[in-house]
Every structure is written in C-alpha cells, then in structure tokens.
DNA sequence: GGTAAACCTGTGTGTTGCTCACAGGTCAAT
DNA sequence: ATTGACCTGTGAGCAACACACAGGTTTACC
C-alpha cells in the first residue's frame, strides 16, 4: 500500500502517516521510484499507535512502548505506568480548562451591556483590564 | 528595569518576557551594554498582555487589539468577537478533554485486574489493543 | 586594585504532533 | 505525445514559551 491507501484506511491523513514514517513507527520498504510501500504489519502497528494516541498516550510514550516491546518484554508495566501520570495531567488540564471556561464566560456577561471607550495612555481596552481575575 | 525585575514584578519567567520583546509586543529601549531597559509604560503593557492571556486569548489575538488600539479605534469590539470565538473553542476543547479523561478512567479500570502478556506477532500490547474505544 | 563567585544577559535552538507549501513524479485518457 | 488529475517526499511552519550556552556584570572580600 502506498502512503494515501494506508491512510484512507485507518481515516488518517497522509501526512500523519509520513509524520509516524518520519520519526521511525512505520518503516516502509521503499520501490525503485521512491515511493514508499507499507505492508499488514504497517497497519497493525499504525492501528497500534492511533488506539495509544486516542488514551492519552503521547508520541514519546509510544516510542518507550514500542521499544521495550521489542525487546522482548512486555510493555504493559510500562503502559500502566504512563496511563496512571498521563491521567494525573489529564485531570489537572482538565481542572484549569475548567477554570478558564469560567473566567471566560463570567467576562462575557460582564462585557454584555458594558459600552466601548477609546484607549486613554494607561489602558489598552478596559474590557480586558477591567476584569479583575489575575488578582484572585 | 530589566528583565528579570520586570519578570518578577509580574511573576512570569523572563524568558517570556523575552519571548514578548521578540514578537514585537514590548519595546525596551537598550543601554550601551546591550541589556534591554523597560519603562513603567512597557509593565502596563505587559500587565495587558498578562490578563489578555489569562482570559484565553492567544498571541495573535492579542497583537490583533494592541494593532486596532494603535490605530486610534477601540479595540474592544474586536475583544468582544474574538472572545466569542475563543469561549466556543475552548467549550469544544473542554468536552474532547472531558471525554479523553473517562477513556482513560474507563481503560484504567478496566485494566486493574488484568495479567500482563508477552506481546505476539500481531500484538504489541493487548491492554491498548483490547481497549475498544476507537471502535465505538 | 584585584579576583573569584554569583548572577544576569541575549541569542539560538528545542519542544508536540502534526499541517502546509512546493516542485516534481506517475498514471490514465486522449 | 501530451494533457490533466492525482500522488509523492522533503522541508518548513505553527504556539507559546523553556532551555542551553557562552559570555558580560556586579558584589564580596582581600
């Protein structure tokens, strides 16, 4: 399969699967032409790295799979651990998305009926300045 | 004052207060010894871009209001759309994380009291693989 | 005055996970 | 042979800073 069949079939776009190509998850073998040519164990291991992608697991932490599964070792102590940090963080960006969604909407119903002003030599936009949530 | 007591003044790193002077969004005037010297007028801008920041709007938007309030217009209306834009992404950001985080919950629990397996010719890690996210 | 350590500086590069731009190659239909 | 549609690989770009590094500056002490 050339690099758009692939990524057709998994729903990706072609230049995510040059991305994975690029920094050494896939490694096609290559036709008189240049062209790139991926084979089934490309699609297991592609498929692999979409399901990894999709529970939070970064490119980095796939390489640390990837590579002790080829050492001969189950990867799964090592999946264990990284899902159990990755969550934490999840949780903490979760919590501050979180926050920010608030802030945000508590300024736009602040701005609702708030009328414009030209900027004066100490204040931008006093929409923005006026909103008091950098001090709490 | 420079960059470093601008950076702690307003608690940031100078490293972003750098980042800031690069893009063009302060302007410190320099001495004969190269270091850059900010002005009050610079910790006012800086606190604008602080709060801007915090409210969700990203660096571009912000070069967008400090280039409308340059130009003798308020920029507050452009604050006020762009707000709405950045509120509807960030609610849209919110529930991808929202649903990322009951994935992983959801894999965590699930794999509580699964034994590890060596990874086989068409396995790499039977937890990831096994999860059936990518299907529903 | 000298000097050594501590601190500070600007610039250049790295980061994440792709996406985009681009010049050119391939293939089917004419 | 040639047009046009489609495909390819490589290199660069994005956000918003953080980090590494070689060197300049200030301070403490003699």
Redesign the pocket.
């Known amino acids: 399969m050339?690099?758009?069949?692939i990524?057709d079939a998994l729903e990706?776009?072609?230049?995510?699967?040059?991305?994975?190509?690029?920094i050494g998850f896939l490694v096609?073998s290559?036709s008189?032409?240049?062209?790139?040519y991926y084979r089934p164990a490309d699609v297991t291991r592609l498929r692999f790295i979409l399901s990894a992608?999709s529970l939070g697991?970064?490119?980095?932490?796939i390489k640390e799979i990837l590579f002790t599964s080829s050492q001969t070792n189950a990867p799964c102590p090592t999946v264990r651990r990284l899902i159990e940090q990755r969550l934490k963080e999840t949780e903490q960006r979760y919590q501050d998305m979180h926050e920010l969604r608030l802030r945000m909407r508590k300024a736009m119903s602040e701005w609702e009926n708030t009328p414009d002003q030209h900027p004066t030599a100490d204040t931008i936009c006093h929409l923005i300045e006026g909103f008091t949530a950098l001090k709490s």
């Open positions: 050339r690099v758009k069949q990524a990706i776009s072609a230049d995510s699967v040059r991305y994975y190509t690029r096609p290559k008189h032409n240049g062209y790139k992608r697991f970064s490119v980095n932490d």
